[in-house]
């Protein structure tokens, strides 16, 4: 694989505006975790997207939120660390023909001429077209756009054209991850993720926010190239304890079915997962706890 340029794009916007579901289109396949709940992403994450000669690496960050709790402030400082020396930003924004608080401080943060700076406006497939004007028009006032681009990730209608942006603003430069990787994260969290992902797609709102997934044992059989794994659901109160395993152990049942089928994918074979569920009141605001849980100020 011949890389001739290659650069880093941060792409930023509030909760739930369709980050993640943007950059899994982008590199073509999935690599950050998706549900229709905010705040689904914690983590700061590198998906690699290789279009020889170019090499694009985005930076899938936390959606930009007013924090609540520690790992919220952790989430929100992420996003402010992510748009320093990176080669092009994206401001996500759903089709409001206003501009909200979250979207003016995004903007003052990457709205600076060592970069180009794009506005992609998703969700264009949830309203007509001619609505589009007064949007576009809202946010040309705010700052100095590079371009505006309607789109919808989740469609794939006009992703392409923001690709092709990208990847000419790429400076000359060689491949910054090794052909083949498709992410900076390891293993253990691709796993913590997919598990947490099926949380949020199983649960109300209440309980996925307030748990966290760590992997306590991964190991892969020689003979028969089983991959085992056992991980722990941790939960901030008694209740969602029972909530998450539910009635005869169903709910817990469930979420490992749905964790388990995509985690054969990703390692192409079989897998054996083992979740348990735990409670750590409030560790959201306790420091040792985010450390544990890999949340680094």
Same mark, same amino acid.
């Given at each position: 694989?011949q890389?001739?340029?290659?650069?880093?794009v941060?792409?930023?916007?509030?909760?739930?505006?369709?980050?993640?579901t943007?950059?899994?289109?982008?590199?073509?396949? +999935?690599?950050?975790i998706?549900?229709?709940?905010?705040?689904?992403?914690?983590?700061?994450?590198?998906?690699?997207c290789?279009?020889?000669p170019?090499?694009?690496?985005?930076?899938?960050?936390?959606?930009?939120?007013?924090?609540?709790t520690? #790992?919220?402030k952790?989430?929100?400082?992420?996003?402010?660390?992510?748009?320093?020396d990176?080669?092009?930003?994206? #401001?996500v924004?759903?089709?409001?023909?206003?501009?909200g608080?979250?979207e003016r401080?995004? !903007?003052?943060?990457?709205?600076k001429?060592?970069?180009?700076?794009?506005l992609?406006?998703?969700?264009i497939?949830?309203?007509p077209r001619e609505?589009?004007?007064?949007?576009i028009?809202?946010?040309?006032?705010?700052?100095?756009? &590079?371009? !505006?681009?309607?789109?919808? &990730?989740? +469609?794939?209608?006009?992703?392409?054209?923001?690709?092709?942006?990208?990847?000419?603003?790429?400076? &000359?430069?060689?491949a #910054?991850?090794?052909?083949g990787?498709?992410t900076?994260?390891t293993?253990?969290?691709?796993?913590s993720?997919?598990v947490?992902?099926?949380?949020l797609i199983?649960?109300?709102?209440?309980?996925?926010?307030?748990?966290?997934?760590?992997?306590?044992?991964?190991?892969?059989?020689k003979?028969?190239?089983?991959?085992?794994?056992?991980?722990? !659901?941790?939960?901030? +109160?008694?209740?969602h304890?029972?909530?998450?395993?539910?009635?005869n152990?169903a709910?817990? +049942?469930?979420? $490992?079915?749905?964790a388990r089928a995509?985690?054969?994918?990703?390692?192409? $074979?079989?897998?054996?997962?083992?979740?348990?569920?735990?409670?750590?009141?409030?560790w959201?605001d306790?420091?040792?706890?985010?450390?544990?849980?890999g949340f680094?100020q």
């Open positions: 694989m890389i001739e340029r290659a650069g880093v941060a792409v930023v916007g509030r909760p739930n505006a369709g980050k993640s943007l950059i899994n289109h982008l590199c073509g396949e +999935k690599v950050a998706v549900t229709p709940k905010p705040q689904t992403t914690r983590l700061r994450l590198c998906a690699v290789n279009r020889p170019v090499q694009m690496v985005l930076i899938d960050t936390p959606g930009f939120h007013t924090p609540r520690k #790992l919220g952790m989430m929100v400082r992420t996003v402010r660390e992510s748009v320093h990176v080669d092009a930003a994206v #401001l924004i759903e089709p409001v023909p206003s501009v608080d979250i401080n995004l !903007i003052m943060q990457c709205n001429p060592a970069f180009p700076f794009y992609a406006i998703n969700k497939d949830t309203l609505n589009l004007l007064p949007i028009a809202a946010y040309q006032n705010e700052a100095d756009f &590079a371009a !505006i681009l309607p789109l919808s &990730a989740k +469609k794939g209608d006009g992703v392409e054209a923001l690709a092709e942006l990208l990847l000419e603003a790429m400076p &000359a430069s060689p #910054l991850f090794p052909e990787m498709m900076d994260q293993d253990q969290v691709l796993i993720e997919t947490r992902e099926k949380l199983c649960l109300d709102d209440e309980v996925p926010h307030g748990a966290a997934v760590t992997v306590e044992r991964l190991s892969e059989r003979r028969d190239g089983l991959v085992e794994i056992e991980a722990v !659901i941790t939960c901030e +109160k008694e209740s304890k029972g909530i998450v395993i539910g009635k152990g709910m817990l +049942k469930k979420i $490992g079915s749905l995509e985690l054969e994918e990703m390692y192409e $074979g079989p897998v054996f997962l083992k979740l348990w569920v735990r409670v750590r009141e409030g959201r306790n420091d040792a706890q985010l450390r544990n849980f680094r």
